[in-house]
């Protein structure tokens, strides 16, 4: 990709792309069964994710406008690790698609994901303009996974949400899986990590989580069989009263945590961006809703 630095030149380039072909390419881009659990949706979330994460409103630095995730050191940050898989597999569709930005296709890619794996429909805008790489931000921007409550009380309140947008955000967590090559943790966190579903909030709550034995880094797994993980900070949503009480809606109410879900979500890829105007809102049909 663009690793030159140079931003993109005009600023209504926007215009000139076919989102619903791009969403198509996207989806048509998910299935490998050679890469992790047969999908790139989870990682696609990931990276849609971290790349409007940074953002900062009180400086109203970071975020998804400028999709500076791509350049070093932001791409180095070790919050980062692996993300590049997911930038390389879009990366045709950048040639494709010349006139789309990368902040509008990472977000995307994580709309796509999300839609395409069973999740609600993510209202989504283009428009982010891309930046270069000397508007990286800061290490330290992304949550640190061996927190607790106060910590991502912290993270997430300087993006500008409460309590509710950030419990119903975590239920993402029921997507992929974590690798000791990236993160340092192991394991997915139920068994169908390539479906989005509100098992988040039903596994931490119905099974024991106990420390996992081994010498990496401290985390939880599922006393029953050991294949299932919870990391630390996701379990500060169970021991924390106020994130509880979402935790316990979102694992009776499917359909109110994909309510929920879809607004925080949509809310996390456009913070900080300047949309134009005349940027349209699109709600794309998923794949099997299209096609006869
Ligand atoms: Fe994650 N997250 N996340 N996350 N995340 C990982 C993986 C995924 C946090 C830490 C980690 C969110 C919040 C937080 C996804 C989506 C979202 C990993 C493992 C870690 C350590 C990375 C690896 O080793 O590959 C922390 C501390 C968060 C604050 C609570 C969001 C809500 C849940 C915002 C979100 O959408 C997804 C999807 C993955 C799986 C990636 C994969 O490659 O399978």
Same mark, same amino acid.
């Given at each position: ?189 139920? $068994?169908?990590?390539?479906? /989005?579903? %509100?098992? !988040?909030?039903?596994? @931490? ?5 106990? *420390? ?43 359909? $109110?945590?994909?309510?929920? /879900?879809? %607004?925080? !979500?949509?809310?996390? @890829? ?5 949309? *134009? ?16």
């Amino acid at each position: 990709y663009n690793t030159e630095g140079s931003a993109q030149a005009s600023s209504s380039s926007w215009k000139k792309v076919n989102y619903n072909n791009v969403y198509k390419d996207i989806a048509d881009l998910l299935e490998d069964e050679n890469y992790d659990d047969g999908s790139y949706g989870p990682v696609f979330v990931r990276l849609a994710w971290h790349a409007s994460g940074t953002f900062d409103h009180k400086t109203r630095t970071g975020g998804s406008s400028g999709a500076t995730i791509r350049f070093e050191p932001e791409s180095a940050h070790g919050a980062n690790a692996g993300l590049d898989a997911a930038r390389q597999r879009l990366e045709p569709l950048k040639k494709k698609y010349s006139h789309i930005s990368y902040g509008d296709l990472y977000t995307l890619a994580g709309v796509v994901a999300v839609q395409e794996l069973g999740g609600p429909t993510i209202t989504w805008r283009p428009g982010r303009r891309d930046k270069t790489a000397a508007d990286c931000t800061p290490d330290g921007r992304l949550p640190d996974a061996a927190q607790g409550a106060d910590h991502v009380r912290e993270i997430f309140y300087r993006m500008g949400f409460n309590d509710q947008e950030i419990a119903a955000l975590v239920g993402a967590h029921a997507l992929g899986r974590c690798h000791t090559s990236r993160s340092g943790f192991d394991g997915p966190w139920n $068994a169908s990590p390539t479906a /989005f579903t %509100n098992f !988040f909030y039903t596994e @931490l709550l119905n099974n024991t989580w106990v *420390p996992k034995k081994w010498n990496g880094p401290f985390q939880y797994v599922d006393r029953e069989s050991g294949q299932f993980m919870m990391l630390p900070a996701d379990m500060a949503f169970k021991k924390d009263s106020k994130f509880r009480v979402y935790v316990e809606k979102y694992a009776a109410d499917q359909d $109110a945590f994909f309510e929920d /879900f879809a %607004n925080a !979500f949509a809310k996390l @890829l456009e913070l900080g961006v300047d949309f *134009p105007e005349d940027a349209p809102f699109y709600k794309f049909k998923t794949l099997e809703e299209v096609l006869p």
